[in-house]
């Protein structure tokens, strides 16, 4: 890896931002809008008590959150503090990267995938078909650089879509979604190289994206390609 949790964070922040974010002693506390885990959970780049423990339970209590916390990669007590606490442990992620050039060099084949800003209704359809909803959407939305969709075809069809932002030369994809029909057939390997192609055009120079470990098929694909990684983080929920 060559990207350090502090510029992951910073990428993630400018390219799917939750509604508002605010400080609190050493808590990052986020509003979500209902965006998932990425946009709604507290975080912190410092060890801490149990006394700030508290009180970022407190803060999210009292803003109607379900108490929930993103746990970087090596942020061992504080896992083991909010264990004692009885949290669960969500969604263990990886995150992966290579040169944009790596994939942009791959010449996809003919009407395979379109740049599309604001997205088409099909895009939000199968995008809905992987339980990525409206509020989402409203994610994308959100994001105030450089940013767009790419609509995947296959066999003539709408087959996938996937969203990437650039952030200071950093391009992260995001949503990466395809239909039932065309999985494991090279439509998403399509629409990252399409992705890449539209970043090389605006500027960025790495390709930067996540995963949860539990989805093996796509770890595969990030590796084949030759994208390296590890873990990054993993959420904290007080059940």
């Not at 502090?6 to 609190?24: E, H, N, Q, S």
């Not at 009180?55 to 061992?76: K, N, P, V, Y």
């Not at 084949?109 to 995008?127: A, D, H, M, R, Y």
């Not at 409206?134 to 940013?147: F, I, Q, T, Y």
């Amino acid at each position: 890896m060559t990207l350090s949790p502090d510029c992951v964070d910073a990428v993630l922040a400018a390219t799917w931002p939750p509604v508002a974010t605010r400080t609190l002693g050493p808590w990052t506390l986020r509003d979500g809008g209902g965006g998932g885990k990425r946009v709604s959970a507290a975080s912190t780049c410092r060890d801490v008590t149990e006394r700030e423990i508290d009180m970022a339970e407190r803060a999210m209590d009292d803003a109607g959150q379900q108490a929930l916390f993103q746990i970087r990669s090596g942020q061992t007590d504080l896992d083991r503090r909010l264990t004692e606490r009885t949290y669960l442990t969500l969604d263990p992620t990886n995150v992966y990267e290579c040169p944009v050039r790596h994939l942009s060099a791959i010449a996809p084949p003919p009407s395979t995938g379109f740049s599309v800003w604001p997205p088409l209704e099909i895009q939000k359809e199968i995008w809905a078909l992987g339980g990525i909803g409206a509020a989402r959407l409203r994610v994308m939305e959100r994001v105030p650089g450089p940013k767009m969709t790419i609509l995947g075809r296959a066999e003539d069809q709408p087959a996938g879509t996937i969203f990437v932002a650039v952030h200071e030369g950093i391009a992260m994809v995001h949503a990466l979604e395809t239909t039932k029909r065309h999985r494991r057939q090279g439509c998403g390997r399509t629409c990252l190289v399409h992705a890449a192609r539209w970043a090389e055009d605006h500027d960025a120079h790495t390709l930067v994206l996540l995963v949860t470990r539990a989805n093996d098929a796509a770890n595969a694909m990030y590796r084949a390609l030759g994208m390296t990684g590890g873990a990054c983080y993993h959420y904290r929920i007080r059940p």
